[in-house]
């Protein structure tokens, strides 16, 4: 019974410790240090780009990155020499090698020094080739994609305007329309559904074409009244990762008053707006950071 009790004392200190350092929220029944939850220190702070704390934004933004991908592994000057490490990884290479150059020997030698060299050439060539055109395509794949068109709200014309992709910034707001593919991760600020909701279609992401329902956030500024200008909050949320389902902060909105985030009010990258007419959301996560680039990097 003293060793029960001794098992049950420790995971609850291991708990407590976790909750410190990030999102755990403990079940019900353990105790916690804080009603609330923590808030890790390697949190990611989302300001809007045309709003009041501007100073603060250009401090903050400088540490994000854009929105542009590049999913390509080579470039000019690094081609060969990567290519070749790479190649020189598979045992079958690094055997034709070693026979080719334990032919160079003049005791082995049993052909020609260079008739030797020439299979082993020849692979090399053609796998070069191979993943040369595969890189090509790659990097024709990332230019149309980063050169995508998506309204943008301006803050010196105080409307939306088109910009591509690869210029959209973390702060932004982003305003689509239905069957419009999300440019980055987006949290959902206003939709034009009376009851504040938005579809989206994931296929893109897990093949799945049922839709999926995203939530406004709970006392934002919903309503045919919205608009940027107005949106003084802060958001606090965790840094990028790949769990395409866990989305964890909050935000802001006025002096103490701060309102939950989680997945539902996320728009996904590369998801697609389903039968609704309208929606506007701020970028929290852009390019490589967001959930969907980070899954594909993670599962290559």
Request: a positive charge; glycine letters at 6%; charged letters at 25%.
């Amino acid at each position: 019974m003293e060793r029960f009790q001794w098992v049950r004392h420790r995971c609850r200190q291991l708990l407590a410790i976790d909750s410190e350092r990030g999102w755990y929220s403990p079940p019900d029944g353990l105790p916690s240090k804080s009603s609330p939850q923590k808030v890790s220190a390697r949190r990611r702070t989302v300001l809007a780009r045309h709003g009041p704390h501007q100073e603060e934004y250009e401090a903050v933004s400088k540490k994000y990155k854009g929105n542009s991908i590049c999913t390509t592994k080579y470039s000019l000057l690094t081609f060969i020499p990567m290519n070749l490490f790479q190649q020189f990884h598979r045992a079958a290479n690094l055997y034709f090698l070693f026979l080719a150059l334990l032919n160079w020997v003049p005791i082995v030698e049993a052909f020609e020094k260079e008739i030797t060299m020439i299979p082993l050439l020849v692979v090399l060539t053609v796998i070069g080739i191979k993943d040369a055109l595969e890189d090509y395509r790659r990097y024709l794949f990332d230019k149309k994609v980063n050169n995508n068109l998506v309204r943008v709200f301006c803050g010196k014309q105080k409307s939306y305007i088109d910009r591509c992709w690869k210029d959209v910034r973390v702060g932004d707001f982003v305003r689509l329309s239905c069957n419009e593919i999300i440019p980055a991760d987006l949290l959902l600020l206003y939709s034009s559904d009376p009851r504040g909701v938005c579809y989206i279609e994931t296929a893109n992401l897990d093949g799945e074409t049922n839709l999926k329902l995203r939530q406004v956030v709970s006392g934002s500024l919903q309503g045919a009244d919205f608009t940027p200008e107005s949106f003084h909050s802060r958001i606090e949320c965790e840094n990028p990762n790949n769990d395409l389902s866990r989305f964890k902060g909050y935000i802001e909105q006025s002096g103490e008053v701060r309102v939950g985030l989680n997945s539902s009010n996320l728009l996904l990258r590369s998801c697609t707006i389903r039968n609704t007419e309208t929606v506007v959301g701020i970028v929290v996560y852009a390019g490589e950071t967001t959930r969907s680039v980070k899954t594909n990097f993670a599962e290559q």
